[in-house]
């Protein structure tokens, strides 16, 4: 089974707006971390936000909130007031914390946002 | 402090030839991490280490791909007998320190620009 899966294979928002990109992700694990990252064209990964799984809040970094659902196991990025510069590929990824294999993180298969003015 | 950084930035390389791609995580960051991204396979984990040792190397795909890291810092990745399906962009990462838990911010991986591998 997937770890992560990431549905909106491309998303498109005007400049201003705000947008939410979808993510679920599968664990028996109870205590994980949650990260997004960006992808410009460029290639370079960007952290952008980290939630961990007994964080009480919401985690927000900026223009960045994670709307993080434990029951659901959801983990949805929303972007406020989108800018021509947020078009790029997002992926949302986890990391476990027992096992071997607790250093690795898991992606899924990324979201690419095309911001419009 | 500057990031992680990698070399070199492009390599082109003839089928059955050796490759090395080297990584230099941020200063005082403990762990470090190589992945593998291409268009087909998405984002897969090869190999993280902490310190020096590499306590997960199930996601070296055969045994032409090897990694170390000495003194905790740099890190070389080695593809012996380059084939075609190995073109990819490899990306190191590297973290504060890797928790037991889900440690908040110090398990955050930092990723360098890749190296972007092409075979011929």
């Known amino acids: 089974a997937q770890k992560i899966t990431q549905t909106q294979p491309g998303m498109f928002v005007q400049e201003k707006e705000a947008v939410t990109l979808d993510c679920t992700y599968d664990t028996s694990d109870p205590s994980y971390g949650l990260f997004w990252y960006k992808q410009p064209s460029s290639g370079e990964m960007i952290f952008l936000i980290y939630q961990g799984s007994y964080d009480q809040q919401n985690a927000t970094e900026g223009r960045y909130s994670l709307n993080f659902q434990k029951a659901r196991k959801s983990a949805n990025l929303v972007i406020s007031a989108s800018q021509l510069g947020d078009s790029a590929m997002y992926f949302c990824?986890?990391?476990?914390?027992?096992?071997?294999?607790?250093?690795?993180?898991?992606f899924g298969r990324g979201t690419q946002l095309t911001v419009w003015p | 402090g500057a990031g992680v950084s990698q070399s070199p930035s492009n390599k082109v390389t003839e089928k059955g030839k050796d490759v090395e791609l080297r990584c230099d995580p941020i200063s005082g960051h403990t762990a470090l991490y190589w992945y593998r991204q291409s268009l087909g396979q998405g984002l897969e984990f090869l190999i993280y280490f902490q310190g020096n040792s590499a306590p997960d190397k199930s996601g070296l795909p055969s045994d032409r791909f090897s990694a170390e890291r000495t003194g905790g810092s740099v890190s070389t990745l080695t593809i012996q007998r380059t084939q075609q399906e190995d073109s990819a962009v490899y990306l190191c990462?590297?973290?504060?320190?890797?928790?037991?838990?889900?440690?908040?911010?110090?398990?955050?991986?930092?990723f360098g620009a890749g190296t972007r591998l092409s075979v011929l």
């Open positions: 990824a986890m990391r476990e914390s027992r096992g071997s294999t607790l250093g690795r993180l898991y």
């Open positions: 990462a590297s973290s504060l320190a890797i928790s037991g838990t889900s440690g908040g911010s110090s398990d955050i991986q930092y």
